[in-house]
């Protein structure tokens, strides 16, 4: 996108700038000293639930989990936030109390930030991580034989539409809430953990969290930027419960269109039919919040699953990398059976 802007405004290059504008990827990291980096990021959206403490809570975990995809943990954040003259103190309130538990609860903590007015609500973080240099883990850097494990389920994009129109039951939607509300820093110091006996961090070659592209945008920019290709298992990928009633129902969104207009040309279907509108929704729903993809060595990739699952973390191997017969080709193999 940037590109667009012309030569007035090229990617900042700058020695201990480590991740900046050269290459997308989930968050900046800028180098302290030989040891360690800072890592920066950014977020916020319009309400995407009704609650405001927990729209607070989940804009502010989606904010922090673009440090936690670089490998980082979060030492302090900043709220932005828009909202209208007569949008009720008590509401506002609730908001910044659901963002800053969330930062609390990563161990972190709210040191300012800026508000504005604005006709719609809007609320975010501007998110301060430090990361070990040596642990940095970008989205690029996938190797071949690698297992990708996906760490929280899919189907937030089509269950928030569902529910904004009543469509969803109590049950399907509370979970979906908790898994949008849950941290991905489980799943990132399982992946970064140094423990000699664990034996798998530097086995993590890649790591990137799924939200507004969906599987099938953040799997493409993995193989793109680590120059491999990526084939998905489609009939592993974990849903969301309520998912395949909302879709089977006639829900979706206006970014799983984009999501599926733009990726579909870079995928190579491997089966003899078409894919159902579920499995459509499992590759290019777009996230809230969304899980961690972590690209590990088929040596440590079992360990890896089996420490993430010890801390509570739903860990799915997904995909797996290939050789780059064309760099960026993402290959989905379907269930035999359809699903849904």
């Known amino acids: 996108m940037l590109s667009h802007l012309g030569p007035q405004f090229p990617p900042a290059e700058h020695p201990e700038l480590l991740v900046g504008l050269a290459r997308p990827d989930d968050a900046a990291v800028y180098a302290i000293d030989d040891q360690r980096a800072l890592v920066q990021t950014l977020d916020f959206f319009a309400p995407l639930v009704d609650d405001p403490y927990q729209f607070g809570a989940i804009a502010a975990a989606n904010a922090m989990s673009d440090v936690y995809a670089m490998g980082g943990r979060v030492l302090f954040a900043l709220n932005i936030a828009a909202f209208p003259e007569d949008l009720p103190p008590d509401i506002i309130a609730d908001i910044l109390r659901g963002g800053a538990d969330k ?71 509370n979970g979906a809430l908790a898994q949008m509300m849950t941290l991905n820093r489980d799943a990132a110091e399982a992946a970064s953990d140094p423990d000699p ?64 207009d733009y990726y579909g040309a870079r995928l190579t279907i491997d089966a003899q039919r078409d894919l159902t509108t579920f499995e459509e929704a499992l590759l290019y729903d777009p996230q809230t919040s969304g899980g961690l993809l972590i690209a590990a060595g088929i040596i440590e990739a079992p360990h890896l699953i089996h420490e993430l699952q010890q801390r509570g973390v739903t860990a799915t191997p997904i995909a797996r990398v290939t050789e780059p017969i064309d760099a960026g080709r993402l290959t989905v193999t379907p269930s035999e059976t359809p699903r849904v």
């Open 197 to 260: 006996d664990l034996n798998f961090a530097q086995g993590v070659h890649a790591i990137a969290d799924v939200t507004g592209f969906g599987l099938a945008g953040h799997l493409h920019e993995m193989a793109e930027l680590s120059n491999a290709a990526i084939e998905i298992d489609l009939g592993a990928a974990p849903a969301l419960g309520g998912l395949a009633e909302a879709v089977a129902a006639g829900f979706g969104s206006g970014g799983q269109s984009r999501n599926r």
């Open 103 to 173: 930062v609390r609860e990563a161990g972190a903590v709210i040191a300012g930030g800026h508000t504005i007015i604005d006709e719609e609500p809007k609320y975010g973080l501007a998110v301060t991580g430090e990361v070990a240099r040596d642990m940095i883990r970008t989205t690029g850097g996938a190797q071949p034989g690698d297992t990708i494990i996906l760490t929280k389920e899919i189907g937030t994009g089509v269950l928030i539409g569902a529910n904004q129109q009543g469509a969803v039951s109590d049950d399907h939607w």
